[in-house]
T-cell receptor, first 112, second 112 residues
Framework: DAMVIQNPRYQVTQFGKPVTLSCSQTLNHNVMYWYQQKSSQAPKLLFH???????NEADTPDNFQSRRPNTSFCFLDIRSPGLGDAAMYLC???????????FGPGTRLTVT | TQLLEQSPQFLSIQEGENLTVYCNSSSVFSSLQWYRQEPGEGPVLLVT?????EVKKLKRLTFQFGDARKDSSLHITAAQPGDTGLYLCAGPSVGSARQLTFGSGTQLTVLP
């Protein structure tokens, strides 16, 4: 089945220790998104790509970066995680912008 | 900034009861999407409504888009524990051809 896969599902990192979260998709969608979600709140958009055209939201911290080396894969790098970065990180794809989004299962990040 | 307000924020009901969740805005949306997010998973698209006054049914779930396309509702008949989750509405953001605005969410718990 075509899907969005996120690894790992659970990630524990130490305060200030860089961490990378990964996302892959078999849907061949043009658009990929990274969201941050805290405790049953709405997802907050961090970045999005149309193919390799990268866009970050104005309020996305500089501590967060992203890479999309090819259509299928996208990575979220957190350079120096703080306690406030503990959250669920969701990857999503859509065929084009504003079309229905397909979400991965998320990576639950814990910062100790 | 365009806002989607969902109500209630939290809802806990017994199995077999009916319920309605609301998604309201002061702005007109060209379409609205409804997602359900189960604990520990990513959101899953339930339906997209496009036409003012449109009603869509998905088994025991009935979705309605307001005539003026500023609001939407989700009605669940005879709720079951499997309906438990965070219900999110989302629509295209005004001024952005690329993003969805997500509502604040309704956390539904259906008790057996």
């Amino acid at each position: 089945d075509a899907m969005v896969i996120q690894n790992p599902r659970y990630q524990v990192t130490q305060f200030g220790k860089p961490v990378t979260l990964s996302c892959s998709q078999t849907l061949n969608h043009n658009v990929m998104y990274w969201y941050q979600q805290k405790s049953s709140q709405a997802p907050k958009l961090l970045f999005h790509y149309y193919d390799k055209d990268f866009n970050n939201e104005a309020d996305t911290p500089d501590n967060f970066q992203s890479r999309r080396p090819n259509t299928s894969f996208c990575f979220l790098d957190i350079r120096s995680p703080g306690l406030g970065d503990a959250a669920m990180y969701l990857c999503a794809t859509s065929r084009v912008y504003l079309y229905e989004q397909y979400f991965g299962p998320g990576t639950r990040l814990t910062v100790t | 900034t365009q806002l989607l307000e969902q109500s209630p924020q939290f809802l806990s009901i017994q199995e077999g009861e009916n319920l309605t969740v609301y998604c309201n805005s002061s702005s007109v949306f060209s379409s609205l999407q409804w997602y359900r997010q189960e604990p520990g998973e990513g959101p899953v698209l339930l339906v997209t409504v496009v036409t003012g006054g449109e009603v869509k049914k998905l088994k025991r779930l009935t979705f309605q888009f307001g005539d003026a396309r500023k609001d939407s509702s989700l009605h669940i008949t005879a709720a079951q524990p499997g309906d438990t989750g965070l219900y999110l509405c989302a629509g295209p953001s005004v001024g952005s051809a690329r993003q969805l605005t997500f509502g604040s969410g309704t956390q539904l718990t259906v008790l057996p």
